[in-house]
């Protein structure tokens, strides 16, 4: 008897030039199993190539999480070894999504606990559901962070709450989330893709080239000092300059129509 495999991640790709990742695993609480996080790398690799796609939106099946972190549940069987090299790609994979050159939104449906919570981090802007809760609560297991959350969380919401947040393995509400920036929106679990849609639509209508230099110029520049920074984003501009959809932009401006770019 032949057994269908499920994937583990679906990808819709949209007239408008959104794509929705979407983690399949809801009868596990779409946790990173290593069969996720390998399909997860295929996909984050396509994206990235393709030039068709302005934004990614990261959601979830299901409405009980967003995603649970590691797969306890395969790692309990594993030696030292193999634990280590399943939370070393769990952190590649995680570095993928922040990697990808277009915006990526996250839509947290449900709790983000873990390893969950790190790959929304790794997203550009975060959306919760109001019922969702979020937390990087490692500690509670006799680990730490181990996907990124120690360096990203502390860059978004400040030094002292993301130690207080990590040293006690709190659980946030995403009202609360939201209060201390880790979420950009939280909104009714009714209202939460279509949230993360609108934001999508709107950064699609702009220069596809102009996000990418964009996003660089912020990654990059937050980790130095100003002067550096500023000059990280002197360079991104300069890469504008002779591009096809700066002169579409300024065309449509005088001719008071919306531009027409076309990523070139």
Not at 28 to 54: C, F, H, P, T, Y
Not at 78 to 101: C, F, H, W, Y
């Amino acid at each position: 008897m032949n057994e269908t495999v499920v994937k583990t991640v679906i990808v819709e790709k949209r007239t408008d030039g959104i794509a929705i990742v979407t983690l399949n695993r809801p009868e596990a609480a779409n946790a990173l199993s290593r069969q996720m996080l390998a399909e997860l790398q295929v996909v984050l690799s396509d994206i990235k190539k393709d030039m068709g796609i302005r934004v990614v939106i990261l959601t979830s099946s299901g409405e009980k999480a967003f995603c649970a972190g590691a797969d306890l549940k395969e790692r309990k069987d594993m030696t030292d070894a193999e634990a280590k090299q399943t939370v070393r790609m769990i952190g590649a994979t995680i570095n993928e999504v922040e990697s990808l050159p277009q915006p990526v939104i996250a839509a947290i449906n449900g709790v983000a606990f873990g390893g969950g919570l790190e790959l929304a981090l790794a997203c550009d802007i975060r959306v919760g559901a109001l019922e969702a809760k979020v937390g990087l609560t490692e500690t509670s297991l006799a680990i730490i962070p181990g996907a990124g959350g120690t360096q990203r969380l502390p860059r978004l919401i400040g030094l002292g709450k993301a130690k207080e947040l990590i040293f006690t393995a709190q659980r946030l509400t995403a009202s609360e989330a939201e209060k201390i920036g880790i979420l950009e929106y939280a909104v009714p679990r009714s209202e939460m893709l279509g949230k993360a849609l609108d934001l999508a639509k709107t950064m699609a209508k702009n220069g596809p080239l102009a996000l990418i230099q964009a996003k660089k110029a912020v990654n990059k520049g937050i980790e130095v000092d100003l002067a550096t920074g500023l000059k990280i984003e002197e360079l991104a501009y300069d890469v504008l300059i002779p591009s096809e959809d700066r002169l579409e932009g300024l065309k449509a401006f005088a001719e008071k129509r919306p531009p027409e770019y076309k990523g070139r």
